[in-house]
């Protein structure tokens, strides 16, 4: 089946620690994305990357990093800076340009201990 | 700043109403517009995608429309169903944002009771 995998579903951080987020697709999608959604606020891009070696901050950036090595994958590291990382992260591809409709993974929970 | 808005927050409707959706947006440069589904504590599903030179695109029981020049589009879903009950999201590409983000709306939760 072709789609998008996130792992872990659930995830726990304590204080200090850095977590990374898996965000794996087999759609040969050249462009990926990071968004992070908190009841209330709706979805906020966090980063993305329209080809492999290459990405962007998005408008939550802080705290957050991200690699892009490989096309098929796109892991999201949450650092210690962030003072506020309980929320649920979601992850999505798109072929790539602006016109390109955008497809989602099921989701990582994040709650800090 | 590109900002998009639902209406309403949320709805409540018995089993075989047929309903409207409303968003908005405040550019209308946008390159598409996307509605979603997004069932509790899941991933988000692509419903529609209206590119910015299309009025109107229809799967099924959906119909989605756009007026860009007015900010506007709606999500029409014909003979609700309880599996309809779900919160919708729609969001813009484009509109002064980074090349391909989408900026979402806060959504609509809907309910639909038999």
């Known amino acids: 089946d072709g789609g998008i995998t996130q792992s872990p579903k659930y995830l726990f951080r304590k204080e200090g620690q850095n977590v990374t987020l898996s965000c794996e697709q087999n759609?040969?999608?050249?462009?990926m994305y990071w968004y992070r959604q908190d009841p209330g606020q709706g979805l906020r891009l966090i980063y993305y990357?329209?080809?492999?070696?290459?990405?962007q901050k998005g408008d939550i950036a802080e705290g957050y990093s991200v690699s892009r090595e490989k096309k098929e994958s796109f892991p999201l590291t949450v650092t210690s800076a962030q003072k506020n990382p309980t929320a649920f992260y979601l992850c999505?591809?798109?072929?790539?340009?602006?016109?390109?409709?955008?497809?989602f993974g099921p989701g990582t929970r994040l709650t800090v201990l | 700043k590109q900002e998009v808005t639902q209406i309403p927050a949320a709805l409540s409707v018995p089993e075989g109403e047929n309903l409207v959706l409303n968003c908005s947006f405040t550019?209308?440069?946008?390159?598409?517009l996307q509605w979603f589904r997004q069932d509790p504590g899941k991933g988000l599903t692509s419903l529609l995608l209206?590119?910015?030179?299309?009025r109107e695109q229809t799967s099924g029981r959906l119909n989605a429309s756009l007026d860009k020049s007015s900010g506007r589009s709606t999500l029409y879903i014909a003979a609700s169903q309880p599996g309809d009950s779900a919160t919708y999201l729609c969001?813009?590409?484009?509109?002064?944002?980074?090349?391909?983000?989408?900026?979402f709306g806060q959504g609509t939760i809907l309910t639909v009771h038999p």
């Open positions: 969001a813009v590409s484009g509109g002064g944002t980074s090349y391909g983000k989408l900026t």
């Open positions: 209206i590119q910015s030179s299309q």
């Open positions: 999505a591809s798109s072929v790539g340009g602006a016109y390109n409709e955008q497809f």
């Open positions: 990357s329209q080809i492999v070696n290459d990405f």
């Open positions: 759609l040969n999608h050249d462009a």
């Open positions: 550019d209308s440069a946008i390159y598409n």
